[in-house]
T-cell receptor, first 113, second 114 residues
Framework: SAVISQKPSRDICQRGTSLTIQCQVDSQVTMMFWYRQQPGQSLTLIATANQGSEATYESGFVIDKFPISRPNLTFSTLTVSNMSPEDSSIYLC??????????FGQGTRLTVV | QKEVEQDPGPLSVPEGAIVSLNCTYSNSAFQYFMWYRQYSRKGPELLMYTYSSGNKEDGRFTAQVDKSSKYISLFIRDSQPSDSATYLCAMSHAGGTSYGKLTFGQGTILTVHP
């Protein structure tokens, strides 16, 4: 089955700074998504990463705060911009192929201080 | 009201017990149903998926879907300490602009003690 490598696995960042999370899939996938998992809570979809075009954001998430790129079928980045402590969370990349259900990376555990 | 409701537990059972995990949902557009297992500090791992009402069995795991009642379940037989994890139900629409997007329940924390 396909594997997603996500990095960094964790980081501690100062408020007001930005962090870019990278997601690499070992095979081509049709769709890639970014989710957030806040402490003690479930996963919430941030956006769909579209290859070669702007991401599609869910309600409550905006491009200025969470710019996303997907230059090809196997790679995507999520940037968390101008961070505040409320952005402390686990960020997860997900991929889905034509014949596979959604699978996830290990996640990036972000702490903003 | 959340679209997907899942009892967060925690649930603690002895080894060998049968575990029942449940989710209810309100959106009848959900057509695909999945269960993920998430170990501490790991990403979710797909356990089971099903597209139709009824039961689907895979080893010690059985997924059950009742679309008329908007209710899904995961049964774990002969539970093992290695089953201790958070179990997340997830569901998605059939297609269109919602294709591939998952809506998750809160997750149930399960502990199986020897």
């Amino acid at each position: 089955s396909a594997v997603i490598s996500q990095k960094p696995s964790r980081d501690i960042c100062q408020r007001g700074t930005s962090l870019t999370i990278q997601c690499q899939v070992d095979s081509q996938v049709t769709m890639m998504f970014w989710y957030r998992q806040q402490p003690g809570q479930s996963l919430t979809l941030i956006a769909t990463a579209n290859q070669g075009s702007e991401a599609t954001y869910e309600s409550g998430f905006v491009i200025d705060k969470f710019p996303i790129s997907r230059p090809n079928l196997t790679f995507s980045t999520l940037t968390v911009s101008n961070m505040s402590p409320e952005d402390s969370s686990i960020y997860l990349c997900s991929g889905r192929g034509v014949n596979t259900e959604a699978f996830f990376g290990q996640g990036t555990r972000l702490t903003v201080v | 009201q959340k679209e997907v409701e899942q009892d967060p537990g925690p649930l603690s059972v002895p080894e060998g017990a049968i575990v029942s995990l449940n989710c209810t949902y309100s959106n009848s557009a959900f057509q695909y149903f999945m269960w993920y297992r998430q170990y501490s500090r790991k990403g979710p791992e797909l356990l089971m998926y099903t597209y139709s009402s009824g039961n689907k069995e895979d080893g010690r795991f059985t997924a059950q879907v009742d679309k008329s009642s908007k209710y899904i379940s995961l049964f774990i037989r002969d539970s093992q300490p290695s089953d201790s994890a958070t179990y997340l139900c997830a569901m998605s629409h059939a297609g269109g602009t919602s294709y591939g997007k998952l809506t998750f329940g809160q997750g149930t924390i399960l502990t199986v003690h020897p």
